[in-house]
């Protein structure tokens, strides 16, 4: 149940906010009183979100950000904390799916571009983040990984290497900065109906549906559901975890 005033006075920033879970977790964000700071690589495809920020409520910052850019990046934290004078939640959100293919078959171009993206992009905001974090003595960090970061994905490999090391990243950071008040965590979707998901199954949306146990797909709200609880204070017992939301498809 949405609680109007439960990160009133908090800022958070989204990456990958432009459509599915990094839409609906700004909104969430803004419906529940945070300034909220929306990234993805460009402001127009922002726009639907910025205005569905508003409708609900919320105060928001466009900001136009590749994650594989480190100078974007961190121009963007710096104004996120410009502008809203903080940076108490960071949902590290953007990521891109990999070209189905067999590891002997995947070129090493898409290779280095996923691992670019899902990792590297994320560890740079972490490290910009926390380093935010430490002056101001404390927040809250949360990744997107995968289901397909602790299970194998046949055609899916360097997909779920990115989501594997980013699950490890996750836990190697919450033990850095635990005695700093900084928590990090990780969720860990099933098949969600995203416009990733649109384009991973080239349409065919039947086939993630029969991957699912509970026999559907997620819904972004849910997803959004789980990260704000993981950055609110009644999880503030929870870092280093990573959460599956996925409907039992990693059981």
Same mark, same amino acid.
């Given at each position: *149940?949405?609680?109007? @005033?439960?990160?009133?006075?908090?800022? &958070?920033?989204?990456?990958?906010?432009?459509?599915?879970?990094?839409? $609906?977790?700004?909104? =969430?964000?803004?419906?529940?009183?945070?300034?909220?700071?929306?990234?993805?690589?460009?402001?127009?495809?922002?726009?639907?979100?910025?205005?569905?920020?508003?409708?609900?409520? !919320?105060?928001?910052?466009?900001?136009?950000?590749?994650?594989?850019?480190?100078?974007?990046?961190?121009?963007?934290?710096?104004?996120? /904390? =410009?502008?809203?004078?903080?940076?108490?939640? &960071?949902?590290?959100?953007?990521?891109?799916?990999?070209?189905?293919?067999?590891?002997?078959?995947?070129?090493?171009?898409?290779?280095?571009?996923?691992?670019?993206?899902?990792?590297?992009?994320?560890?740079?905001? *972490?490290?910009?983040?926390?380093?935010?974090?430490?002056?101001?003595?404390?927040?809250?960090? /949360?990744?997107?990984?995968?289901?397909?970061?602790?299970?194998?994905?046949?055609?899916?490999?360097?997909? $779920? =290497?990115?989501?594997?090391?980013?699950?490890?990243?996750?836990?190697?950071?919450?033990?850095?900065?635990?005695? &700093?008040?900084?928590?990090?965590?990780?969720?860990? #979707?099933?098949?969600?109906?995203?416009? *990733? *998901? @649109?384009?991973?199954?080239? !349409?065919?949306?039947?086939? &993630?549906?029969?991957?699912? #146990?509970?026999?559907?797909?997620?819904?972004?709200?849910?997803?959004?559901?789980?990260?704000?609880?993981?950055?609110?204070?009644? +999880? =503030?017992?929870?870092?280093?975890?990573?959460?599956?939301?996925?409907? +039992?498809?990693?059981?």
């Amino acid at each position: *149940m949405s609680r109007p @005033d439960r990160f009133t006075g908090r800022v &958070a920033l989204v990456t990958g906010a432009a459509s599915g879970i990094g839409q $609906a977790t700004a909104v =969430a964000f803004a419906r529940e009183g945070a300034r909220v700071a929306i990234l993805d690589r460009t402001a127009d495809a922002l726009q639907p979100t910025a205005e569905a920020v508003r409708a609900a409520g !919320g105060e928001g910052l466009v900001l136009a950000c590749d994650i594989a850019r480190p100078e974007q990046v961190e121009a963007a934290i710096a104004e996120t /904390v =410009a502008t809203f004078g903080r940076l108490d939640i &960071a949902f590290n959100n953007a990521g891109i799916e990999n070209v189905a293919a067999p590891v002997a078959e995947i070129a090493l171009a898409d290779w280095d571009r996923i691992l670019d993206i899902n990792l590297r992009g994320t560890f740079v905001c *972490m490290k910009h983040e926390i380093a935010q974090m430490l002056r101001q003595g404390g927040g809250v960090i /949360v990744n997107t990984a995968s289901g397909a970061g602790i299970r194998g994905v046949a055609g899916g490999a360097s997909y $779920a =290497a990115s989501k594997h090391a980013v699950i490890g990243l996750t836990k190697s950071a919450a033990l850095d900065y635990a005695t &700093a008040n900084i928590r990090v965590n990780a969720v860990l #979707p099933g098949n969600i109906a995203t416009p *990733m *998901m @649109d384009r991973f199954t080239g !349409g065919d949306i039947q086939k &993630a549906i029969d991957l699912e #146990p509970v026999g559907r797909l997620g819904r972004p709200e849910e997803i959004a559901e789980a990260v704000l609880w993981m950055s609110a204070d009644l +999880g =503030a017992f929870v870092t280093g975890a990573a959460i599956s939301v996925d409907g +039992g498809w990693s059981l």
